[in-house]
């Protein structure tokens, strides 16, 4: 049974009580019982609190998914401190960007994975605000502090000192930075809280259909997806997180069979990847109940093929600043409501779709969406004013999402704001056409994006990993002007192997609309 607790380090210590013995981290083959990883929890937090880490200091960590960066993660919540992560893959100004934003107290990171050396990212990032960086699966650089003695460290910071430093930890007090992709802008770090993570995920490892929960965690850390829906899932759960320090279809097919993985809670990218190979069904599946995506569509075709394997198969609807997931599917949701929505509104929050004026739309009509939820966002770290935008005099935060409530009570989101165009003066949702041109048997995914036209101010361009020798241009657009008025009609198609993807696994409309920009401007202008 899972208990209601108020923070996710309070679980932890919550089944090292009762199921000490269960496995509760696998990580390139070492298990970590709930019991050791609680002491290894400990550890962490004496050594942080010994570097003069206190509540509210930040903690950045630069790491892939692995046993080390979920140690700082829950040692760091456990003491009041907030927590932040660093993606690897991102370029030095994008990382040192979150850093100056954040302005942590301390700095931990990788010293080296593969054959990249992360020792010059991290005095890099740590220089400018007299930090040494605490270096872990290397030998530190000079200036740097090698993982052993942190945790060295530690040791002059006995129990009682480590008890108290956990008292007066309340609901509202901040844990967690995740930023922003920032694909409209400069990223903004959101800043959630502690109350705001149990709760989420809480509601996330009640609705799981399998338990305990066995997932592999192999998202990026510093996105929701990856620290909340994989690891505080799990955890409030009970359950296993098998770590894999980056995406690995093989590994991760794998993973059932060598670890008992019986869940696959991932984003849309990953699952066509796994799922689209043509060895599938060397891999023995059979532990396997539950596959779930977030964070965008999943083709029909996809759906059916996870269908045929007689598994538990569901979408969700969230963001960063919700935290958790605020729609879920049915369990018993067809093909074309797991494609085209994302599930039913969860109980559990207050929900409106409204217009530009700020009033609430018909069922059925197209409206911003707005949600209360325990997981709301305190604030955006020290940004009031990107907060106060954010929110409506009432305290319902605004998502920029768009989408209408069908009359099988399921949620389809059509756009973002900032993606909506007007084409000839109407309004245009890229998601509506994007569903119309992914229904084509030779089309795997689709991005419409905008570009100027001198008559009809903007016309959509589609991009779309299809085959040309399957489908060409003329039969694309009388497949959409048989389904769509004619405003909607893409004025261009592109073929694509791959869409260009965000480091989250999201596609990237800036790309492809600074492609769009570059490839149709003199077309449009002539």
């Known amino acids: ?61 630069l790491a892939n998914p692995s046993r080390t960066f979920w140690l700082t993660f829950l040692g760091s919540l456990s003491i009041g401190a907030v927590w932040l992560g660093l993606n690897p893959k991102y370029r030095l100004p994008e990382l040192a960007y979150n850093v100056d934003n954040s302005r942590p107290s301390l700095l931990i990171g990788m010293g080296r994975f593969g054959d990249q050396d992360f020792a010059p990212t991290l005095s890099a990032l740590a220089a400018p605000h007299g930090l040494s960086p605490i270096v872990f699966d290397a030998p530190a650089a000079e200036g740097a502090e090698d993982w052993d003695s942190f945790l060295a460290r530690g040791a002059a910071v006995d129990a009682a000192a480590l008890a108290a430093a956990r008292e007066g930890i309340r609901a509202d007090s901040p844990a967690l930075i995740v930023y922003t992709s920032g694909s409209t802008g400069r990223p903004k770090g959101a800043v959630l809280g502690h109350g705001g993570l149990a709760r989420s995920f809480e509601i996330q490892a009640h609705r799981a259909p399998v338990a305990p929960l066995r997932v592999v965690a192999n998202l990026p850390i510093n996105h929701i997806g990856g620290v909340g829906d994989l690891c505080c899932t799990p955890l409030i759960q009970g359950g296993t997180i098998v770590f894999q320090d980056v995406f690995d279809a093989r590994a991760m097919l794998d993973s059932v069979a060598e670890y008992g993985v019986n869940a696959f809670m991932q984003v849309p990218t990953t699952l066509k990847i796994l799922f689209e190979r043509p060895d599938i069904d060397s891999f023995d599946l059979s532990g396997l109940r539950y596959v779930s995506w977030g964070g965008g569509p999943l083709p029909a075709d996809i759906i059916r093929r996870l269908r045929s394997r007689d598994l538990h198969v569901g979408t969700t609807y969230g963001m960063t600043e919700i935290t958790g997931s605020v729609t879920y599917s049915d369990l018993d949701a067809d093909v074309e409501q797991l494609a085209n929505t994302v599930g039913r509104p969860i109980p559990d929050i207050e929900f409106r779709l409204v217009d530009e004026h700020g009033d609430e739309v018909a069922p059925g009509q197209t409206g911003e969406v707005l949600v209360k939820h325990p997981g709301l966002l305190l604030e955006y770290f020290d940004n009031p004013a990107a907060t106060a935008d954010s929110f409506t005099a009432d305290g319902f935060f605004a998502t920029g999402d768009v989408g209408l409530i069908r009359a099988d009570g399921n949620m389809q989101l059509v756009a973002r704001t900032k993606e909506i165009f007007k084409s000839g003066g109407y309004n245009t949702y890229p998601r509506e056409i994007e569903l119309v041109l992914e229904e084509h048997p030779a089309v795997r995914l689709a991005a419409v994006v905008p570009v100027k036209h001198p008559v009809f101010d903007e016309v959509g361009i589609a991009y779309l990993e299809a085959d040309p020798a399957q489908v060409g241009d003329d039969e694309l657009a009388q497949w959409c002007r048989d389904r769509l008025a004619n405003y909607k009609v893409p004025k261009g198609f592109v073929m694509m192997d791959a869409l260009p993807l965000l480091p989250v696994g999201k596609v990237d409309r800036m790309a492809l609309r600074a492609m769009a920009a570059d490839r149709f401007a003199d077309v449009f202008a002539s």
């Open 1 to 61: 049974m899972i208990p209601h607790l108020p923070t996710v380090p309070d679980y932890l210590a919550h089944w090292a009580q009762h199921t000490p013995d269960a496995p509760a981290v696998v990580y390139r083959d070492q298990t970590l019982t709930y019991a050791e990883l609680a002491v290894e929890v400990d550890r962490v937090a004496a050594a942080l609190l010994a570097s003069g880490v206190r509540p509210g200091d930040r903690v950045a960590v």
